[in-house]
């Protein structure tokens, strides 16, 4: 796709080209794309009578179901913004985003059990639009369609991102970072309109967004999961579909292969397996190769605020560059700076800058916020790492992530690669407790099945034989999960929580 | 302790975060409203098999098992009758 083509003209050409074309499949719903562009033109009818104008914000709380979609590309129609909210979240989270994006319009699913009873507090939202089960949006088809005119400036959507703590930081991305992310996405997975790919990843994180849009752009068709909780379902439904393309964070990948026996599955159509959302170990990564051989693996790295993907792997190089997130996306200049904003060279470790199209245009109604991570059209990303004289990114962890114990500063990526190459553990996860000689000392929490017959202490001696003295966890953990985040990310402050308590 | 209420408390416990049974229904998803997820699966298939001694098969990690905590119980309990 051209990349000067917004999301919505792109969808309004391919409806206009393959009608007829399958879209989306959920569940026993199916919609065309010819169809799909039909919904979009009624519901955005709808809309304009309840009064939406341009720059109006429109909040979605909806799973991933058509609807999400069409609603989505309504709102675009009329020049408003899109805000896709976590359907999980309860009112603790949901009246902040609400309040601070000052939605006009709310959609939601009959039965969200905080929803409907949020609204009447909320001063902005004029309007609430219930979708029964399985039914469509309201539309009207009677008046003229309503041509595709976003401006890539305009404001598109506002992604809440999934911190934990603090105030709702809500990364605004206009129709230009989201036609140029998409259209860079296109390009190095080779998305055709013969793909179609199993949708798990909720689309109101920005990697399901990218999932969504990059696949309605190439013409695609999209297979909408509820959930992936359900390991042998989800691989039913790869080789039922003929899905070509599956897109996970490390733990879907980590669920897939504790519970399928690949040997007797077979997935001839799966071309390309995507993984993003914080780093997959080498170990893992070895064995989703091996347990697919015949896809391709994409590791990727990414950010919200910077629409969705900044850096690719091109999976021809992830044996002579292990452990690397590749190389920025097309249209993406990436740095390496010191904490004073000067530029490092190959090789030395400091903070992930980058700078491009995708770049969001700011934290909504933030100002300071945008100030502390925009400077010059640079998005500092909080991220660690470095770049091989190749050009190639190796992240090392969090900025806030890094554990100082003695004099050393470890980052919890080493350790974490490490234990993951031992037999038996399927992921692990370190963090910095609090020590009153050394600071801080790592402490490891170990995913194992089964465990190490020797217990902590072969842990120990396991990680001695690779790793540096100071790295080696002085305490470790036998544990059954790690907690995650509700978008995958292991949440190590979780861990620290648990710790002092104990 | 029952066992449906065995199973309830661990639910509560381990990913609710609660000891009030009242806040999850016994008819209520646990996987369209979040509380179980593809790491909660995990966890609780492997409490289930050490707490009941059973051996639960992908084959048996489905909706239908798992959908709400009378479906689990169900579950559990059948698997129990042929173990």
């Known amino acids: ?502 | 302790m029952e066992q449906r209420r065995q199973i309830k408390q661990f639910v509560l416990q381990n990913f609710l975060f609660s000891e009030d049974e009242a806040a999850l229904g016994d008819e209520e998803s646990l996987i369209d409203g979040g509380i179980v997820d593809s790491t909660g699966i995990h966890e609780l298939v492997l409490y289930l098999e050490e707490q009941f001694n059973l051996a639960i098969a992908p084959e048996e990690m489905v909706p239908a098992n798992f959908e709400s905590i009378t479906t689990v119980d169900r579950f559990v309990q059948r698997k129990k009758a042929i173990a």
């Open chain 1, 1 to 502: 796709m051209a990349a000067a083509d917004t999301l919505p003209a792109r969808l309004a050409t391919i409806s206009a080209l393959v009608p007829t074309r399958t879209a989306v499949v959920d569940g026993e719903r199916r919609v065309s794309y010819g169809a799909l562009w039909a919904q979009v033109q009624g519901f955005a009818a709808h809309l304009r009578q309840l009064g939406v104008m341009p720059g109006d914000r429109v909040a979605l709380v909806l799973p991933n179901r058509i609807e999400a979609i069409t609603a989505t590309y309504a709102a675009w129609l009329l020049g408003a913004v899109a805000v896709p909210l976590n359907v999980q979240a309860r009112a603790r989270d949901l009246a902040p985003w609400l309040a601070h994006c000052g939605a006009r319009v709310v959609v939601h699913e009959h039965g969200h059990p905080d929803v409907a009873p949020l609204l009447p507090g909320l001063a902005t939202v004029e309007h609430a639009v219930v979708l029964e089960p399985g039914r469509d949006l309201p539309g009207d088809g009677a008046g003229a369609l309503l041509p595709a005119t976003a401006s890539p400036d305009e404001p598109a959507q506002i992604l809440y991102t999934s911190g934990t703590t603090g105030a709702p930081k809500g990364v605004t991305l206009t129709h230009g970072n989201l036609a140029a992310n998409t259209a860079a996405v296109v390009e190095y997975l080779r998305l055709r309109p013969d793909d179609s790919v199993l949708a798990v990843l909720p689309f109101y994180y920005a990697y399901g967004n990218s999932v969504l849009h990059t696949h309605l752009a190439a013409g695609a068709c999209l297979h909408l999961a509820r959930n992936a909780v359900f390991p042998l379902q989800l691989v039913e439904a790869l080789a039922s579909g003929r899905i070509t393309g599956f897109s996970g964070v490390p733990s879907t990948f980590a669920l897939l292969l504790q519970h399928v026996d690949f040997t007797a599955q077979d997935l001839p159509h799966l071309r390309y397996v995507t993984q993003a959302g914080g780093a997959m170990s080498r170990a893992m990564a070895g064995r989703l190769r091996f347990a697919l051989p015949r896809a391709q693996l994409f590791v990727m790295y990414g950010q919200t605020e910077a629409t969705s993907r900044l850096t690719w792997l091109p999976p021809e190089r992830l044996d002579d560059k292990p452990g690397s997130v590749g190389v920025p996306v097309a249209g993406v200049s990436l740095r390496i700076c010191d904490p004073q904003g000067a530029p490092l060279p190959a090789g030395v470790e400091g903070e992930v800058e980058v700078r491009g199209p995708n770049v969001m245009r700011g934290y909504w109604r933030d100002l300071e916020g945008t100030a502390r991570v925009l400077r010059d059209g640079w998005l500092r990303t909080g991220d660690i790492g470095h770049l091989d004289p190749e050009g190639f990114l190796y992240l090392a962890g969090r900025r806030s992530d890094m554990i100082k114990t003695g004099a050393h500063r470890v980052h919890p990526g080493d350790v974490e690669e490490a234990l993951a190459e031992m037999p038996g553990v399927i992921e692990a996860a370190v963090v910095g407790i609090d020590d009153e000689v050394l600071g801080q000392v790592i402490k490891a929490f170990v995913v194992a099945r089964p465990p190490p017959p020797g217990g902590e202490a072969e842990v120990r001696a396991h990680c001695r034989a690779l790793l540096a003295p100071y790295k080696v966890p002085r305490h470790v953990e036998f544990v059954d999960a790690l907690p995650r985040t509700a978008s995958g990310k292991v949440r190590r402050v979780r861990l620290k929580e648990a710790e002092v308590l104990s």
